[in-house]
């Protein structure tokens, strides 16, 4: 089973802000990786699959990349409705789909 | 506007069986590349996958609740059920059910990643 660890746990930022968020794997996923966002309350939404493309309606400011075992999430200018929990997810080798911890964006 | 939706019952008691139907639109299970997940997140901690169903009837399931879980399709429905016996309390959680998308942007995808979600059920298991 590839295992996914985030981090930070939690990293509290600013409006205006830039964010990056970390997620590493245990053995190399190519370009496999995806990120989500959760806000309170609400099911995860794709935010960027296979590491560095953004998804449908997924605003400019988000950036994704890495590839093998290291991969980075950046948010260049952080917004209000950014604050959330985002979690990577790999589709390399599967069965188990598996998924990192979660990192949650606060505000500061 | 592709949509998904979860019910069920929200309540079940311990050693009972969990069924929960995930209805959509917009989509068809029997189109070549889609398939359908379940994942579940305990209150406060973090996604977990637990079973995909993909449109030629491949299932999978996470290793460590195999035994419990089954995923099946309706396609005239437009519905997946997951069955998941032996309930615990620790198997309390949101129950979300995803849809797995053929293409994005004309790029296969083979492997599941989910462009659409459920709001979630939750379900508590509780004497």
């Known amino acids: 089973e590839i295992v996914l660890t985030q981090s930070p746990a939690t990293l509290s930022l600013s409006p205006g802000e830039r964010a990056t968020l970390s997620c590493k794997a245990s053995q190399s996923i190519s370009t496999y990786l995806v990120w989500y966002q959760q806000r309170l309350g609400q099911a995860p939404r794709l935010l960027i699959y296979d590491a560095s493309n953004r998804a449908t309606d997924i605003p400019g400011r988000f950036s994704g990349s890495g590839s093998g075992t290291d991969f980075t999430l950046t948010i260049s200018s952080l917004e209000p409705e950014d604050f959330a929990v985002y979690y990577c997810q790999q589709r390399f080798n599967w069965p188990p789909i598996t998924f990192g911890q979660g990192t949650r964006l606060e505000i500061k | 506007q592709i949509t998904l939706k979860e019910s069920g019952p929200t309540l079940v008691k311990p050693t009972q069986t969990l069924t929960l139907t995930c209805t959509f639109s917009?989509?068809?299970?029997?189109?070549?590349?889609?398939?359908v997940g379940w994942i579940r997140q305990p209150p406060g901690k973090a996604l977990e996958w637990l079973a995909f169903?993909?449109?030629?009837?491949?299932?999978h399931y996470s290793p460590s609740l195999e035994n419990r879980l089954t995923i099946t399709k309706d396609t005239t429905r437009n519905q997946v059920v997951l069955t998941m016996t032996d309930m615990d309390p620790v198997d309390t959680a949101t129950y979300f059910c995803?849809?797995?998308?053929?293409?994005?942007?004309?790029?296969?995808?083979?492997?599941?990643?989910?462009?659409?979600w459920g709001p979630g059920i939750l379900v508590t298991v509780s004497a």
């Open positions: 995803a849809h797995k998308p053929d293409t994005i942007f004309g790029l296969v995808m083979r492997n599941p990643l989910f462009d659409y």
């Open positions: 169903i993909y449109w030629n009837d491949d299932k």
């Open positions: 917009a989509f068809s299970l029997s189109a070549s590349g889609v398939g």
